[in-house]
Nanobody, 134 residues
Framework: QVQLAESGGGSVQAGGSLRLSCAAS????????MGWFRQAPGKEREGVAA???????????YYADSVKGRFTISQDNAKNTVYLQMNSLKPEDTAMYYC????????????????????????WGQGTQVTVSS
């Protein structure tokens, strides 16, 4: 069982930046995806960003259209940690942000990221609140 612990949420004014971190309790040696979802009150959950690591490495990424050019996902495999750098934040980015991870055996990066985006994940974090004021 892998546990995910998020940190880095908070309150910021529009145009500001935040960096979220998600630390996994153990290394995910097999092919997998890690990334972020968000959910605002009264809205559906949205896959924000994800990064794929295959058997021979990887690094393919996915971003929701709403965050492209503003958010960047990265990972530090030595620390079993994924980061989400959020720049140029907007009030509509206000939401609870959840880290998630999925095993992706026998999948290409495109297949794995597609499955992740659909919410087909194995592990969830507890969430961290991001509030952006205008």
């Amino acid at each position: 069982q892998v546990q995910l612990a998020e940190s880095g949420g908070g309150s910021v004014q529009a145009g500001g930046s935040l960096r979220l971190s998600c630390a996994a309790s153990s290394a995910m040696y097999s092919s997998h995806c890690m990334g972020w979802f968000r959910q605002a009150p009264g809205k559906e959950r949205e896959g924000v960003a994800a990064i794929y690591t295959g058997y021979t490495g990887g690094g393919s990424t996915y971003y929701a259209d709403s965050v492209k050019g503003r958010f960047t996902i990265s990972q530090d495999n030595a620390k079993n940690t994924v980061y989400l750098q959020m720049n140029s934040l907007k009030p509509e980015d206000t939401a609870m942000y959840y880290c998630a991870a999925s095993w992706s055996p026998f999948m290409t990066d495109i297949q794995a990221l597609g499955a992740f985006k659909r919410g087909e994940v194995n592990y969830w974090g507890q969430g961290t609140q991001v509030t952006v004021s205008s």
